[in-house]
């Protein structure tokens, strides 16, 4: 059976459309659907259904749309008639009112389906009418032809399309049936519809060329490429270092206009090169290159900096300085940031100095010197302790806390005066100043005794033999580093227990030597024993004199040991002074010293100097102390100088310390009462 045909006319408009070209520029159509009563009759409808063919696929020729959603259903007659979308590509209109399904002759309604997106193919497509009256459909069947517009752009390029940031390039067109063009990014005002423009991109650009015309839109894309800044090297010639110091920054840049280095103001750098640079601390430079469109590129290099460290702080002189006189104070410092000197006040050391310098000072008292260093990191701290002597005779007390009438071992150990072993009393003092006494601790092991022998050996301070408790004569030998914890290194040396001996040590020796003294029986001893260690010992001669002797003045000066004086025949009730000096360069053979003008004396103070040894006090014959002070310098001759500024100390213990000669302990006159004096005499040096 034939299809039974429509009783109204339809039309559809337009019977063509413009398909897509450019996805950009979609075309949109309007399809307007009108249906005319061209009879003489009334005809009654119950509704109107419009298909339209719709497909995904945006090429498919006999679709009109890929994108129904767009589409929006429009009566132009809405108080009579609804349009509504009832599925995609499926619109539906029906009567508002019921006297609205008869349509009169010469009457016509129309639809509209508005903003219809044509896909990108060309070809026809089939509008459906489906016209309801009750239960009864009769179709009707229009096209659309979808065509290609007029409008086209026939070049679009860019010459060169590949080029430096900011440089130029041209971008060139041509368009058939164009009204107009337009060109972004960018300002371009009235272009030609055949032309070009010169354009100077700072980055990697997409052109785009778009023409208005009749129909859709068309547009054509150009890109001019350029390539981003480009980093191909940055180093520092060290990772790390010592504050203060400099490295080089290197680099190698490619494709950038603007190159910096922070931190600091380095801008508008080449695209290769060197920069010195100072480091003072922990430093993470960073190598910017942009170019004109503003791309960037970043590179790190890291310099860190070495732990603080003071390589020397030194005083000049550092020992034996007298008061009043300058003292130069140098150093040589590692990797500081900050240098300063410390003495009561601070002293702010200039950047100059930072890592060698000197500073002039002139103390006029004992004092610690503190050099302190700084960076980041840390601190390192050095110091030196300087004790300007007063020239010539000065008291530094008369109240030291020992008392010490037999005379005491002194020694000159680690920058300070020990005093010990005296009096049968075993506590041992230490004093920086020689006015303030430090007991380095309450009691130590060794047995009290007096008349004993000590020397500094290996860095120890060691004690041997002596007259002990209930007059044992002893030939033990203790050692210690500190003061505070002893070690008997033998109870027993191969020597015979002595007391009032020497004890020496020799330049490129490297062992202890003991001689003379006194043995149990009172006799005068002349030999030599020598020990590496203090534990065994090797007599180097049984006959160092022509008589033995004991009580005698010990010092090295040069490169010999030197006896001084001293008993011979006998101990104190028998033996008698002399003013013999003796000298050896290796601790067995024993030369006099002739010219000796000084008076004989038993117990004598004597110490090595820088300008030569130095004699004063002991006792005489009768057992009266001498008030004297002689000097032998390195011709071997001697001379007196100025004499003790007291009469009150009969005899007193000294030492070389400072380059000075100190008189500590030992009894006043009568011999009953300790000396609690601290005396020292120090001659100019020269």
């Known amino acids: 059976m034939d299809e039974e045909l429509p009783k109204l006319k339809y039309t559809v408009l337009p019977e063509s459309v413009y398909y897509t070209r450019d996805e950009r520029s979609p075309s949109m159509a309007l399809i307007t659907i009108g249906a005319s009563n061209i009879t003489e009759a009334d005809v009654a409808v119950t509704g109107f259904q419009v298909l339209i063919v719709v497909s995904s696929d945006v090429k498919k020729a006999d679709a009109l749309t890929s994108t129904p959603s ?33 349509i009169k002759p010469g009457a016509s309604i129309t639809f509209q389906l508005q903003g219809v997106t044509v896909n990108e193919a060309a070809g026809t497509t089939v509008i459906t009418i489906a016209e309801i009256d009750g239960v009864d459909v009769r179709f009707d069947y229009k096209t659309i032809g979808k065509v290609k517009s007029a409008l086209e752009i026939t070049k679009f390029e860019a010459v060169p399309d590949h080029i430096t940031s900011g440089d130029a390039s041209i971008l060139s067109w041509n368009t058939l049936n164009a009204a107009r063009v337009t060109l972004s990014p960018g300002e371009f005002p009235d272009l030609d519809t055949n032309g070009s423009v010169t354009v100077n991109p700072g980055s990697t650009t997409f052109y785009t060329l778009t023409a208005y015309g009749e129909g859709p839109n068309v547009s054509a894309q150009k890109t001019i490429a350029i390539d981003p800044p480009q980093i191909v090297d940055f180093k520092s010639s060290s990772a790390k270092i010592d504050a203060g110091d400099y490295v080089t920054l290197s680099w190698n840049v490619l494709y950038a206009n603007d190159i910096s280095i922070s931190p600091g103001d380095h801008k508008n750098l080449p695209a290769t090169g060197n920069l010195d640079m100072q480091i003072w601390t922990e430093t993470n430079f960073i190598l910017t290159a942009k170019n004109k469109g503003n791309e960037t590129a970043n590179r790190p290099a890291a310099v860190s900096i070495n732990p603080v460290t003071i390589s020397f702080f030194r005083a000049t002189p550092s020992y034996g300085a007298r008061l009043g006189e300058p003292v130069e104070l140098t150093w040589d410092i590692k990797s500081a940031v900050s240098v300063s000197v410390q003495y009561g006040t601070i002293n702010g050391i200039g950047q100059d100095k930072f890592k060698t310098g000197e500073l002039t000072v002139i103390p006029n008292t004992g004092v610690a010197y503190s050099l302190i260093a700084q960076n980041s990191l840390g601190t390192a701290m050095s110091s030196i302790e300087l004790f300007p002597m007063p020239l010539g005779w000065h008291q530094f007390t008369t109240s030291a806390p020992f008392y010490f009438p037999e005379l005491p071992v002194v020694l000159n150990f680690k920058n300070d005066l020990w005093v010990m072993a005296s009096n049968f009393m075993n506590t041992v003092y230490h004093s920086f100043d020689g006015a303030n006494w430090i007991p380095t601790v309450g009691y130590v092991p060794w047995q009290t005794r007096s008349y004993s022998a000590g020397i500094v050996f290996k860095d120890k301070m060691w004690l041997m033999g002596g007259l002990g408790t209930n007059g044992s004569y002893l030939n033990d030998v203790w050692s210690s580093a500190d003061g505070v914890t002893w070690t008997q290194e033998t109870s027993s040396a191969q020597w015979p227990a002595r007391r009032s001996f020497g004890c020496f040590t020799l330049p490129g020796k490297d062992k202890i030597f003991i001689i003379g003294g006194l043995d149990s029986s009172g006799n005068s001893l002349a030999d030599v024993w020598s020990s590496p260690d203090g534990k065994t010992w090797t007599m ?134 300790a000396n609690q004096n601290t005396w020292a005499y120090a001659p100019s040096r020269g």
């Not at 132009?76 to 029906?94: E, M, N, R, S, T």
């Not at 040069?558 to 033996?575: N, P, Y």
Request: glycine share 14%; net charge neutral.
């Open 70 to 102: 767009s589409i929006i259903p429009a009566s132009l007659q809405p108080l009579d008639w609804d349009f509504q979308q009832v599925d995609d590509g499926v619109y539906y209109a029906k009567p508002v009112k019921k006297s609205t399904t008869v």
């Open 540 to 673: 180097e001669t049984a006959t160092a004199f022509q008589n033995g002797r004991s009580a005698f003045g010990m010092v090295t000066y040069g490169d010999s040991a030197w006896v001084l004086g001293g008993l011979t025949g006998g101990d104190e009730t028998k033996g008698k002074p002399v003013n013999e000096v003796w000298y050896s360069a290796n601790g067995i053979s024993w030369s006099i010293l002739n010219g000796v003008t000084w008076k004989a004396r038993s117990y004598p103070v004597a110490g090595a100097l820088s300008n030569g040894i130095y004699l004063s006090g002991g006792l005489d014959a009768a057992g009266n102390g001498i008030y004297d002070m002689n000097r032998m310098a390195a011709d071997k001759k001697w001379t007196i100088q100025k004499g003790f500024q007291f009469k009150d100390i009969r005899n007193t213990a000294g030492v070389e310390y400072q380059d000075a000669l100190w008189f500590i302990g030992g009894a006043l006159q009568g011999g009953q009462n």
